[in-house]
């Protein structure tokens, strides 16, 4: 089977980095991924890593490291908008993507 | 276009009560996904349909059965519900994957904005 895990909640002030990391366990590899979630909303792809070392997309980025079986997500320059549900999520067959339980973040002015 | 769309967007059914939600995307994506999710809680895979055939099923009752009539199209049919089984039903899809490591097909998937289901 598939476990992750990841941290519940983080707050921090508009502008701060926030970093989110993701331990798995798993019986299969093939990627480690991260959907954005607002309250009322539908997830969204946010990154994907498959090979070690860090993915940039503007002021969001993914690092995984698969000796460590560990990924983060960083969140930098903080915005209200980003008051949100994270999710990681494993790839461990073709089709088949299993959640983290969600790190919700807060974001304070 | 990269939108998946959902209908409806709210369902309240009966326990004895026959239904359908359904799902649409004109991506050209070939591999589409049910999942429930309960309030604070990921995303649960239920079914995915790789090119319009049933691909995984994850245990779910009978009471679930999902149907995919085209490439473009996925439904899921409702009878005889719980209560418990109400939450908020996702549909998703993606390109396949091909089972290769570093292909990102499965990996991006694109949500629909769900129905949520309240069984009486």
């Known amino acids: 089977g598939q476990s992750l895990e990841q941290p519940s909640e983080v707050t921090a002030v508009e502008g701060a980095i926030v970093q989110i990391n993701c331990t798995y366990q798993?019986?299969?590899?093939?990627?480690l991924s991260w959907y954005q979630q607002h309250d009322g909303g539908a997830p969204t792809f946010l990154s994907y890593?498959?090979?070690?070392g860090l993915e940039e997309t503007g002021r969001f980025s993914s690092f995984l490291s698969r000796s460590d079986s560990y990924g983060y997500l960083l969140l930098q320059e903080l915005q209200m908008k980003d008051s949100a549900s994270y999710f990681c999520?494993?790839?461990?067959?073709?089709?088949?993507?299993?959640f983290g339980a969600g790190t919700t973040v807060t974001v304070r002015a | 276009d990269t939108e998946v769309t959902q209908t409806p967007k709210h369902l309240v059914m009966g326990m004895t009560n026959k239904k359908s939600l359904k799902c649409e995307q004109h991506?050209?994506?070939?591999?589409m996904y049910w999942y429930k999710q309960k309030a604070k809680k990921p995303p649960e895979l239920m079914f995915v349909?790789?090119?319009?055939?049933?691909?995984i099923n994850e245990s779910v009752p009978s009471r679930f059965s999902p149907e995919c009539p085209n490439s473009s199209l996925l439904n899921l049919h409702l009878h005889a519900l719980q209560p418990e089984d109400s939450a908020l039903y996702l549909c998703?899809?993606?390109?396949?994957?091909?089972?290769?490591?570093?292909?990102?097909?499965?990996?991006?998937?694109?949500f629909g904005p769900g129905t949520r289901l309240t069984v009486l």
């Open positions: 349909y790789s090119y319009e055939k049933l691909s």
């Open positions: 991506m050209g994506h070939r591999a």
């Open positions: 998703a899809s993606s390109q396949p994957s091909g089972g290769l490591a570093g292909a990102p097909g499965a990996d991006t998937q694109y």
């Open positions: 798993t019986s299969g590899f093939y990627g």
């Open positions: 999520a494993v790839r461990s067959g073709p089709y088949k993507l299993s």
């Open positions: 890593n498959a090979l070690d």
